[in-house]
């Protein structure tokens, strides 16, 4: 439906649909970075929105349905992806890296995003794929991500860590897929929020740290202040140790 160049573009207000991508985006190389995709619909097609390459800039405030694949995100840093709503029949929302050195600071990776304020429907919605190395400080907190359908079962957290393409088929990764803060030398993904914050769960205040909603199949016990006291594990090194037991709706931030 749409193609370019997103160089510090600022898309707005849009209705795109396809049978394809609804919308292809290719960092331009300059180091303006990215802009902003926001409030936008795509219905249809392989895969609602992607983007390559692109940094410093906003996914905010769209809708994806209908479509195979919603957002997808490759060597993409210091991004913005908040408040979209997502439904898909196969991957909701899917962040891949081709760079396999962490130490390489201009190496193709996927880092530095901030995502949060998420709603994804899709019988996996969220998908990381690529080297060990290439996912790394990212932080993921007061998201829904909600497993629709029967890929992953009851009990199993909506996370598939891949060793290929997102087109292709899904496999076990490697326990290192990604890194976990505590090793030396090595910049992890946080999966709830940075700090502990003060917050309100139905109306009544709490202080603490937020993390995502795992849909009603992931197994946690209830907490005070709809914080599960049961960490959701993701792999080997990698868990969120604050798995919010209510949707992202029932929180908010003080």
Known sequence: AGRGDTTLARIAGNSLASNQVGFPGEAGGTPGGFGSFSKNLVTG??????????????????????????????????????????????????????????DQVDGAACADNRITHNRVTAPQPLVLTGPSSGIRNNTVFLNDLIPAGTRG???TP?????????????????????FSPSLPGRSGNRWETETLVRYAYNGSPYSGYLGNYWGDGVSREPG???????????????????????????????
């Open 45 to 102: 097609g392989k895969a609602g929105l992607i983007l390559v390459g692109n940094q410093g800039g906003s996914l905010t405030g769209n809708r994806v349905s209908g479509a195979e694949d919603g957002i997808l995100l490759s060597d993409a840093r210091d991004m913005l992806i908040s408040e979209n709503q997502i439904i898909t029949s196969e991957f909701g929302m899917v962040i891949s890296a081709s760079d396999s050195l962490p």
């Open 158 to 178: 909506p996370v598939f860590l891949t060793g290929t393409h997102f087109w292709g088929g899904v496999v076990a990764s490697p326990p290192d897929q990604l």
């Open 224 to 254: 005070a202040g709809g914080v599960g006291t049961l960490p959701v594990r993701i792999n080997a090194e990698n868990e969120d140790r604050s798995p919010l037991t209510g949707t992202r709706d029932q929180y908010s931030l003080r």
């Open 153 to 155: 079962g009851a009990g």
